[in-house]
C-alpha cells in the first residue's frame, strides 16, 4: 500500500523536473540575446555621468539601450504617403530596408527626426517666417517662407556592416526645428551639445548648426542661441588655415575661441565622419572639441571664457538642425547623431561618449559634392536687347547698355545647390535684392547672403531667368527693360529672360 504512492510521488517529481528544465532552457537563451543586444548608447552615456540628454537624434542607431521606437519619418513624392523609419531590434541599429521599398521609383524626403528622450522633443521641418511671430526670420524655400526637408536617399552609409542613411543639408533652406523644446537647458543653465557630421560637405557661409536656437527663428541679440557650428566661415576675421572647424555659434557669431579665431595650431578639423562637441556652463567658460568619428579620442580646440557680450548666457527652449538661429540658410553638412544634455558634462563623459560612437563602426561616407565654380559672364535683357549695367554701388542695375564693358561684366558663383552669386566688376561688390527682395537688384554687398542668392533657371529657348531665394519671385527687367531690374514676378515671360555669355 506504501509503494504505489511512493512511486506516483517521484513520477510526479520527475515530471516537474523535466518541465522545468524544458521551461529554463528558452527562457535563459532569450535573456541572453536580450543582454548582447542592450549595449548602451550615448545617452546612457551621459545619464550615468550625471548629464542626461534631453533631447536625443539619430538616423542611423538608437540613443539609449533600451529605445525601440522610431528614428525619423520620411514622405515619398509620388503618392505624399509618409512612413516611419524604426531600428532592426531595441537598442539596435535602424532598419533601413523598408525605406529602400518605399522610395524605390520615386524620391522622399526626410520631414522628421524623431527625439528618443522621454521629452519627445520631435523636429519637423522649420517652420522659417512661417510660424506666427517669426517676423524677424529669414525666409525658406519652402510653403509661405518655410524650410524643406533633406533628400531621405542621398547620403547612403553603413554602420555596423548595416546599411543607413543620413541627413544630408545641401539644399539651400534644408531645417529641422522645434520652437518648444521641453526640459532643455534655457538661460544660463550650463549645456552640452555634440553631433557626428563629416567634412566632406561644408561651407564658408552661415549656418551649418546643432543645438539651441530662438524660438522665434529671429536674431534675438547676442547669447541667445547655444549651437554647435561647423564649417569655415570665419565670422570675426583672422582665423588660421582652410578649416572647417568646431565652433559655438553664440547668435550673430560662430566662435572658434572667445576672440572669434580657431587656434593657430588648428587649421583645419577633417574627416569623413567626425565627432564635433560644444558645452557651455553658461557664464564663465564655453569649451569646443573634435573627433574623428571611426577610432581615437577627442582634441580640445579650446575652452575659456566666453565671448565679451555673452556672459551670462539667455538661451532659449528650441533646438533646430541645419540653419542659422534666424534661419540663416546657406550653410551645408552632413548629421548622423547628436544630442543636447542637461548640464556641462565631465571630459570622462565625453570621452567615454566618443568611444562609443567608434565602437558603432560607421563607414563608407563616400558621397562626393562638385566644389562651387566661378565663370565671366554678362547678361542681355529679351526686354529690349540691352545689356544689364552695374555702374555703381549706389545705382540699381538696369538694362540700358548696347555694348560690354567692365560694368556690364559679373562674377557668377554657381554652387552645389543649383543657386547662384553674382559679383559686379564694376565695384566688385555683390548684387543682392535689396530689402527681401522687395527693392531693386543693386551691387553693394560685400559678401553673399540669403539676398546675394539666386536660382539659376535654364530655359527652353536657351535662356536663362533668376528667382530671388528670399521671397521666391523672378527677377524682371521692369517696364520692358526701362526701370530697374527688381524680384517681384511669379511667371516668366520676355521680360524675365535674358541671354547669358561666357567671357
Known amino acids: 500500500m506504501l509503494v504505489i504512492p511512493t512511486l506516483r510521488r517521484r513520477t510526479q517529481l520527475l515530471i516537474a523536473f523535466l518541465l522545468a528544465v524544458a521551461i529554463a532552457v528558452p527562457v535563459f537563451g532569450t535573456t541572453a540575446t536580450r543582454a548582447a ?17 534631453e533631447a536625443a537624434y539619430s538616423t542611423t542607431r538608437a540613443m539609449f539601450s533600451s529605445y525601440n521606437g522610431p528614428l525619423y519619418q520620411i514622405q515619398r513624392a509620388s503618392d505624399s504617403k509618409t512612413l516611419n523609419v524604426g531600428l532592426a531590434s531595441a537598442g539596435g541599429l535602424v532598419a533601413s530596408a523598408p525605406q529602400v521599398s518605399f522610395c524605390s521609383g520615386t524620391t522622399c524626403t526626410i520631414t522628421q527626426l524623431y527625439d528618443q528622450t522621454p521629452n519627445a522633443n520631435n523636429m519637423p521641418i522649420s517652420p522659417g517666417s512661417s510660424c506666427s511671430g517669426c517676423s524677424g526670420a529669414l525666409s525658406g524655400p519652402g510653403p509661405n517662407g518655410s524650410d524643406i ?42 549645456e552640452g551639445i555634440y553631433m557626428l557630421t563629416s567634412s566632406n560637405l561644408t561651407s564658408n557661409s552661415c549656418c551649418f548648426d546643432f543645438g539651441s536656437a530662438e524660438t522665434d527663428d529671429s536674431d534675438d541679440g547676442n547669447a541667445t542661441m547655444n549651437a554647435i557650428y561647423y564649417g569655415s566661415a570665419c565670422w570675426t576675421g583672422g582665423c588660421t588655415g582652410s578649416g572647417p572647424w568646431v565652433g559655438g555659434d553664440l547668435e550673430n557669431g560662430m566662435y572658434f575661441s572667445a576672440a572669434g579665431p580657431n587656434p593657430a595650431n588648428i587649421p583645419s578639423e577633417t574627416g569623413s565622419f567626425l565627432s564635433a562637441w560644444e558645452k557651455n556652463n553658461g557664464t564663465t567658460n564655453f569649451t569646443l572639441k573634435y ?24 538661451v532659449q527652449p528650441s533646438i533646430e538642425l541645419g540653419t542659422g538661429g534666424d ?29 562609443n560612437i567608434t565602437a558603432a563602426r560607421y563607414t563608407n561616407n563616400t558621397t562626393t559634392f562638385p566644389p562651387p565654380t566661378e565663370s565671366v559672364i554678362s547678361l542681355k535683357a529679351h526686354a529690349n536687347g540691352k545689356y544689364v549695367d552695374a555702374a555703381n ?7 540700358d547698355a548696347t555694348s560690354v564693358g567692365t560694368n556690364e561684366t559679373f562674377t557668377m558663383v554657381a554652387n552645389n545647390n543649383n543657386t547662384v552669386n553674382l559679383k559686379a566688376h564694376s565695384d566688385n561688390q555683390w548684387v543682392t535684392a535689396e530689402n527681401s527682395g522687395n527693392s531693386p537688384l543693386i551691387a553693394n554687398r560685400g559678401g553673399p547672403g540669403p539676398w546675394e542668392t539666386f536660382y539659376l533657371i535654364h530655359n527652353p529657348d536657351g ?40 567671357h
Open 37 to 53: 543586444a542592450a549595449t548602451s548608447g550615448p545617452c546612457d552615456i551621459y545619464a550615468s555621468g550625471g548629464t542626461p540628454c
Open 149 to 190: 526637408g533633406a533628400n531621405a536617399m542621398a547620403l547612403p552609409i553603413t554602420i555596423g556592416g548595416q546599411a543607413a542613411y543620413g541627413v544630408l543639408v545641401n539644399n539651400i533652406g534644408t531645417g529641422y526645428r522645434n520652437n518648444a523644446a521641453k526640459n532643455v537647458p534655457t538661460g544660463s543653465q550650463p
Open 291 to 314: 573627433g574623428n568619428g571611426q577610432s581615437g579620442g577627442l582634441t580640445q580646440a579650446y575652452s575659456g571664457a566666453l565671448p565679451g557680450g555673452y556672459n551670462p548666457m539667455k
Open 327 to 355: 534661419n540663416s540658410p546657406e550653410g551645408t553638412g552632413e548629421f548622423f547623431e547628436g544630442a543636447v544634455t542637461k548640464g556641462f558634462p565631465t571630459d570622462a563623459t565625453e570621452n567615454s561618449v566618443q568611444a
Open 393 to 399: 554701388s549706389t545705382t540699381s542695375l538696369i538694362a
Open 463 to 502: 535662356s536663362v531667368s533668376f528667382r530671388a531665394y528670399n521671397n521666391q519671385h523672378l527677377v524682371t527687367a521692369e517696364n520692358a527693360g526701362a526701370a530697374a531690374l527688381i524680384a517681384n514676378r511669379t511667371a516668366i515671360g520676355p521680360w524675365e529672360e535674358f541671354d547669358l555669355t561666357l
